[in-house]
């Protein structure tokens, strides 16, 4: 799958104009009839318009249902068969307040983020569209790799804004990007024209970059100190669960509550920024390292975020552990009593998004008791086992969606006995 863009955003106005080819292959067993775009700007209904929707020069009957664009085919089209749609649409792009966990579509005073901004064709699994209704927290997608070429223009803009995305980027010339970016869930930006910008280089020529809100210099001393987690978190993750399979991450400082994945690009709160005080043991450290892990349990190897919510923030949310004990190892019981156990986190670790009264209790049970339940199965199986383990999970599910079936279906029978009474205290359903 491809998506080749091109937009212009009126900065001033908080608009956007997107024309969007998208090239797709009927990779199902079915032959399809219409295709259920995923359109996640619309979840605000009414921000986005869509104009018209054409394939080969024939306009395409559609209907916009809140987030689920419908479109109808000129032909059926057949597995293994190709067609390529373009998009037309408007996007108004809806503010953000300073308390708001969804600033990673919208703008403050400060940013504008653009995160899942774009329409995506919906998985398919079972004959049927993986769609998830959103819920008050918690992720719900589920997306296919695809290729993005991503063409943009910025309008009634300061000289010295600047854009952050993921992938290969080249500024063709003032108020003009192009980005490519490969094998990626999504395309992400944000853009600013205070982002303060710090970059280093890995020994495999793997790109890393922070993008800051305030050049005040202990903003910037928290800046170098992202970097550096980054560069940790690559390091150690690439160690473990195998490379990392892009050639850039753009880490960037969010003006909202909160930290958000997108491939290649994740968000660190502002307010993990503002509160470091030059200690490791901090939010900034953590929730850096958990962003990181995402190009992982996310970006690479995907799951149902909605139904099966563990399958990544669980694995990202030990990620940060795993870091910790190989670089500050005298973090390890700080970070068990300051991030976990004071919490006294209780939940089932499999429970989906909507069963959940609070975020609190969902970050409990799916995050908290997530990180305990695989240190214990760390522990039942030993270190070998375990990273193994892991690390054919990485293998075997980059690019795909992942079940919990096939998550444990990478035990051994005598692996699946070893971890039993550890699965039936942490799951509502254990597995085999």
Request: net charge negative; hydrophobic share 45%; aromatic share 12%.
């Amino acid at each position: 799958m491809k998506h080749v863009v091109q937009a212009t955003i009126d900065l001033a106005q908080h608009e956007i104009e997107v024309q969007q080819d998208l090239q797709f292959r009927n990779l199902t067993a079915s032959p399809l009839a219409e295709l259920l775009l995923l359109v996640e700007a619309n979840r605000q209904e009414g921000s986005v318009e869509v104009q018209r929707i054409v394939a080969d020069e024939t306009p395409l009957e559609f209907t916009l249902d809140g987030r689920k664009l419908t479109v109808r085919l000129p032909r059926v089209l057949q597995p293994e068969d190709a067609m390529e749609l373009s998009l037309d649409f408007r996007l108004d792009v809806p503010p953000f307040e300073a308390d708001d966990f969804l600033g990673w579509l919208g703008y403050s005073q400060h940013q504008m983020n653009l995160g899942n901004w774009l329409p995506v064709v919906a998985p398919r699994g079972g004959g049927q569209w993986l769609v998830n209704e959103a819920a008050a927290f918690g992720e719900h997608s589920a997306q296919d790799p695809a290729d993005w070429q991503v063409g943009v223009d910025v309008e009634n803009a300061r000289d010295d804004v600047v854009l952050a995305g993921p992938g290969q980027v080249t500024q063709m010339e003032d108020g003009h990007w192009q980005f490519e970016l490969q094998a990626a869930r999504d395309f992400s930006l944000s853009i600013d024209t205070r982002f303060q910008f710090t970059a280093s280089e890995l020994a495999d020529g793997t790109q890393l970059e922070v993008y800051s809100l305030s050049d005040a210099p202990d903003a910037l001393a928290a800046a170098a100190w992202t970097l550096d987690v980054a560069r940790r978190s690559v390091e150690r993750f690439s160690a473990l669960f195998g490379p990392f399979l892009l050639n850039r991450l753009v880490v960037v400082e969010g003006d909202f509550p909160d930290g958000m994945e997108f491939s290649g690009l994740v968000f660190v709160s502002r307010d993990w920024f503002e509160s470091w005080e030059g200690n490791p043991a901090s939010y900034l450290t953590v929730i850096t390292a958990h962003e990181v892990a995402h190009q992982w349990w996310y970006g690479s190897v995907a799951n149902d975020q909605a139904a099966d919510p563990w399958l990544d923030e669980a694995l990202a949310t030990y990620s940060e552990y795993l870091l910790l004990e190989s670089d500050f190892p005298e973090l390890t019981d700080w970070w068990w009593e300051w991030r976990v156990d004071r919490f006294a986190p209780g939940g089932y670790v499999d429970g989906d998004i909507y069963e959940f009264a609070s975020r609190r209790n969902y970050i409990n049970a799916v995050y908290l008791r997530g990180a305990r339940m695989l240190h214990e199965l760390r522990q039942d199986l030993g270190d070998d086992a375990f990273f193994a383990w892991l690390r054919r999970h990485a293998e075997q599910g980059a690019g795909n969606i992942v079940t919990e079936e096939e998550f444990w279906s990478l035990l051994d029978d005598s692996q699946l006995a070893a971890t039993l009474e550890t699965r039936r205290r942490y799951l509502r359903d254990p597995g085999p």
